[in-house]
C-alpha cells in the first residue's frame, strides 16, 4: 500500500482522503479536529485506512515530530496534498524533507496565489514533483460564486489524476 499525506483531508479535502483511502493506500490525515475527522472517516469504506495526526502543521516542531514518527510507523510518503493557510507555508519545506525522492506533492491553491512564485519560493533540490491545484469560482446564471467542498474535490482528483504540474478548478475571474 502506498503512503498518502493529507493536510486539510477532514474539510474541503475529506473526500480526496477517502478516494485514496478506498483506493487501498494509507493515508495520514494532518488534523485538529476529532468530531470532524471520526465524521469523514465513519462516511469511508475503508476507514481502517485512514490514520490521524492531530496537530497544527504551523508548530514546525511537533508537526515534523508527528510526522516523523508516522513515516517511521507506516512507511515513506509517495504523495501528499495539501491545503495550507498563508501562515503555515512553512510546513511545505518540512514536508519536502521527510519525504522520499520521487515523490508528489500537490498543493491546492486559492484563487489569487501565484503558482509560479510558490515554486520558486518553497521548490524542493529533491527529486520531488511539486504541483498546483488552483481553485477558481464558477458561474451560475451569470454569477459568480464559490465552488463547493465536492467541485473542489472531484477537481483535486481529477488533477491528481492527470499528472499536470498546474490544474485550474473551476475558472479565475477576470
Known amino acids: 500500500m502506498k503512503h498518502i499525506c493529507i493536510i486539510g483531508g477532514t474539510g474541503m479535502l475529506a473526500e480526496v482522503t477517502k478516494w485514496y483511502a478506498d483506493n487501498n ?71 519536502f524533507d521527510l519525504m522520499e525522492g520521487k515523490s508528489k506533492v500537490w498543493q491546492v491553491i486559492g484563487s489569487k496565489a501565484n503558482s509560479e512564485l510558490l515554486r520558486k519560493q518553497y521548490g524542493t533540490t529533491k527529486s520531488i514533483k511539486y504541483n ?22 472531484t477537481g483535486v482528483i481529477r488533477s491528481i489524476q492527470s499528472d499536470c504540474s498546474y490544474n485550474l478548478v473551476g475558472e479565475l475571474s477576470g
Not at 459568480?144 to 474535490?153: F, G, K, M, S, V
Request: proline letters at 2%; aromatic letters at 8%; a negative charge.
Open 25 to 95: 493506500s494509507i493515508v495520514s490525515v494532518i488534523a485538529r479536529n476529532e468530531e470532524k475527522m471520526n465524521r469523514m472517516k465513519s462516511a469511508c469504506s475503508h476507514p481502517e485506512n485512514i490514520k490521524e495526526i492531530y496537530v497544527d502543521y504551523r508548530d514546525s516542531t511537533k508537526f515534523y515530530q508527528s510526522l516523523k514518527q508516522n513515516i517511521k510507523e507506516y512507511g515513506s510518503l509517495v504523495e501528499a496534498v495539501v491545503w495550507l493557510h498563508a501562515d503555515g507555508l512553512e510546513a511545505l519545506p518540512i514536508l
Open 132 to 153: 498546483h491545484i488552483q481553485l477558481g469560482c464558477m458561474k451560475d446564471n451569470n454569477q459568480q460564486r464559490w465552488l463547493t467542498n465536492l467541485e473542489i474535490a
